[in-house]
């Protein structure tokens, strides 16, 4: 199972951590991806990152800004959030996903199985 957490209430420019904590098997077997999803769109990528840690990528629009990074011993994957701007307002989600092979990451939202319970960030202006 996994849950996400950290979302709130954050001002433009500001910083935010969310959390993705699994609980089950080891999650160094598992790549992790990040999306969101704001109400009446489709959900989007935002950012993997690999089984080992070493490889992430990231959308465009968050490029250089938000910073995936995981503690495998603590079973737990972060995706940091700088920059923060209004349009990243939405509801985070994070999604795990495992028969892969170290280095790989997944952008594809449809080749995750498992998923977590959102996290609302909001952003004000």
């Known amino acids: 199972q996994l849950q996400a957490s950290g979302g709130g209430l954050v001002q433009a420019g500001g910083s935010l951590r969310l959390s993705c904590a699994a609980s089950?098997?080891?999650?160094?077997?598992?790549?992790v991806g990040w999306f969101r999803q704001a109400p009446g769109k489709e959900r989007e990528f935002v950012a993997t990152?690999?089984?080992?840690?070493?490889?992430?990528s990231y959308a465009d629009s968050v490029k250089g800004r938000f910073t995936a990074s995981r503690d495998n011993a603590k079973n737990t994957v972060h995706l940091q959030m700088n920059k923060l701007k209004p349009d990243d307002t939405t509801v985070y989600f994070c999604?795990?996903?495992?028969?892969?092979?170290?280095?790989?990451?997944?952008?594809?939202?449809?080749?995750?199985?498992?998923w977590g319970q959102g996290t609302k960030v909001t952003v004000s202006s």
């Open positions: 990152i690999s089984r080992g840690g070493r490889t992430t």
């Open positions: 089950g098997g080891p999650f160094s077997n598992y790549v």
């Open positions: 999604a795990a996903q495992d028969r892969t092979v170290m280095g790989q990451t997944i952008r594809d939202q449809n080749r995750y199985e498992n």
